[in-house]
Protein backbone atom coordinates (compact mmCIF):
# COMPACT_ATOMS: atom_id res chain seq x y z
CA UNK A 1 0.00 0.00 0.00
CA UNK A 2 1.43 3.37 -0.87
CA UNK A 3 1.67 6.34 1.65
CA UNK A 4 1.16 9.49 0.95
CA UNK A 5 3.59 12.48 2.13
CA UNK A 6 2.31 15.01 4.57
CA UNK A 7 3.79 18.28 5.70
CA UNK A 8 2.74 20.42 8.88
CA UNK A 9 3.77 23.60 10.05
CA UNK A 10 3.39 24.55 14.01
CA UNK A 11 4.61 28.39 14.65
CA UNK A 12 6.69 28.28 18.18
CA UNK A 13 7.09 31.68 18.34
CA UNK A 14 9.67 33.13 20.68
CA UNK A 15 11.23 29.12 21.54
CA UNK A 16 15.06 29.12 20.08
CA UNK A 17 15.72 26.49 18.28
CA UNK A 18 18.53 25.15 20.96
CA UNK A 19 15.88 25.07 23.54
CA UNK A 20 13.31 23.17 20.76
CA UNK A 21 16.24 20.60 19.63
CA UNK A 22 16.15 18.03 22.51
CA UNK A 23 12.38 17.76 22.62
CA UNK A 24 13.12 16.49 19.04
CA UNK A 25 15.99 14.69 19.44
CA UNK A 26 16.82 12.86 22.87
CA UNK A 27 14.76 9.92 24.03
CA UNK A 28 13.89 12.07 27.82
CA UNK A 29 12.91 14.83 25.42
CA UNK A 30 10.63 12.99 23.17
CA UNK A 31 8.90 10.93 26.02
CA UNK A 32 7.99 14.73 27.54
CA UNK A 33 5.50 14.69 24.34
CA UNK A 34 5.53 12.33 21.43
CA UNK A 35 5.20 9.45 23.63
CA UNK A 36 4.96 7.76 27.05
CA UNK A 37 8.30 6.67 27.47
CA UNK A 38 11.58 6.19 24.92
CA UNK A 39 14.47 3.97 25.41
CA UNK A 40 17.81 3.49 23.73
CA UNK A 41 18.59 0.01 22.21
CA UNK A 42 21.98 0.19 20.08
CA UNK A 43 20.66 2.19 17.32
CA UNK A 44 16.83 2.17 17.86
CA UNK A 45 15.16 4.47 19.75
CA UNK A 46 11.78 2.17 21.39
CA UNK A 47 8.73 3.70 21.68
CA UNK A 48 6.08 3.18 24.43
CA UNK A 49 2.37 4.32 24.47
CA UNK A 50 -0.05 2.86 27.01
CA UNK A 51 -1.00 0.00 24.60
CA UNK A 52 1.43 -0.25 21.73
CA UNK A 53 5.80 0.18 21.52
CA UNK A 54 7.51 0.96 18.17
CA UNK A 55 11.13 1.12 16.92
CA UNK A 56 12.40 3.67 15.00
CA UNK A 57 16.09 4.46 13.89
CA UNK A 58 17.48 7.81 13.88
CA UNK A 59 18.60 7.69 9.88
CA UNK A 60 20.02 11.68 9.12
CA UNK A 61 20.73 14.36 11.74
CA UNK A 62 21.66 17.63 11.71
CA UNK A 63 22.10 19.28 15.27
CA UNK A 64 19.44 22.53 16.16
CA UNK A 65 18.14 22.10 12.56
CA UNK A 66 16.80 18.32 11.83
CA UNK A 67 16.34 14.83 12.23
CA UNK A 68 14.86 12.37 10.12
CA UNK A 69 13.26 9.11 11.82
CA UNK A 70 12.50 5.53 9.95
CA UNK A 71 10.33 3.22 11.58
CA UNK A 72 11.65 -0.09 12.13
CA UNK A 73 8.71 -1.73 10.51
CA UNK A 74 9.00 0.62 7.22
CA UNK A 75 12.98 0.00 7.33
CA UNK A 76 12.62 -1.68 3.61
CA UNK A 77 10.83 2.05 2.55
CA UNK A 78 11.32 5.17 1.30
CA UNK A 79 8.92 6.57 4.58
CA UNK A 80 9.84 8.11 7.41
CA UNK A 81 9.11 10.91 9.93
CA UNK A 82 11.08 14.35 10.36
CA UNK A 83 11.53 17.11 12.74
CA UNK A 84 12.59 20.42 11.04
CA UNK A 85 13.52 23.60 12.53
CA UNK A 86 12.86 26.45 10.46
CA UNK A 87 13.04 30.50 11.74
CA UNK A 88 11.31 33.28 9.78
CA UNK A 89 13.61 35.71 8.28
CA UNK A 90 11.03 38.19 8.94
CA UNK A 91 9.67 37.76 12.04
CA UNK A 92 12.22 35.85 14.04
CA UNK A 93 9.78 32.72 15.03
CA UNK A 94 10.49 29.00 15.31
CA UNK A 95 8.75 26.96 13.37
CA UNK A 96 8.38 23.49 13.67
CA UNK A 97 7.94 21.45 9.95
CA UNK A 98 7.27 18.14 10.20
CA UNK A 99 6.96 15.41 7.55
CA UNK A 100 5.48 11.96 8.25
CA UNK A 101 3.68 9.37 5.44
CA UNK A 102 0.16 8.33 5.72
CA UNK A 103 -2.16 5.86 3.72
CA UNK A 104 -4.80 8.00 2.06
CA UNK A 105 -7.74 6.60 4.75
CA UNK A 106 -5.56 7.38 7.52
CA UNK A 107 -3.98 10.53 6.71
CA UNK A 108 -6.69 12.54 8.88
CA UNK A 109 -5.93 10.81 11.56
CA UNK A 110 -2.23 11.07 11.26
CA UNK A 111 -3.01 15.15 10.92
CA UNK A 112 -4.97 14.64 14.30
CA UNK A 113 -2.64 12.99 15.99
CA UNK A 114 0.62 15.27 15.16
CA UNK A 115 -2.33 18.10 16.02
CA UNK A 116 -2.28 17.01 19.83
CA UNK A 117 0.95 15.70 20.12
CA UNK A 118 2.32 19.45 18.90
CA UNK A 119 0.11 21.03 21.54
CA UNK A 120 1.91 18.64 24.29
CA UNK A 121 4.65 20.31 23.68
CA UNK A 122 3.73 23.59 23.15
CA UNK A 123 2.07 23.43 26.41
CA UNK A 124 5.58 22.11 27.74
CA UNK A 125 7.56 24.96 25.75
CA UNK A 126 5.15 27.28 27.30
CA UNK A 127 3.86 28.35 23.85
CA UNK A 128 1.43 30.53 24.51
CA UNK A 129 -1.46 31.47 22.00
Given amino acids: ?45 IFHWKKSTEEAEQIAVRPNRYVRFRWRVDENTKYYFEFNIAVDEI ?14 EEKQDTVSLWNAQVEELKRILGVLY
Fill in 1 to 45: MSKEKILLEYILHTVSPSVLWPYLSSPSGLAGWFSDDVKLDGRFL
Fill in 91 to 104: TQETILEITDFASP
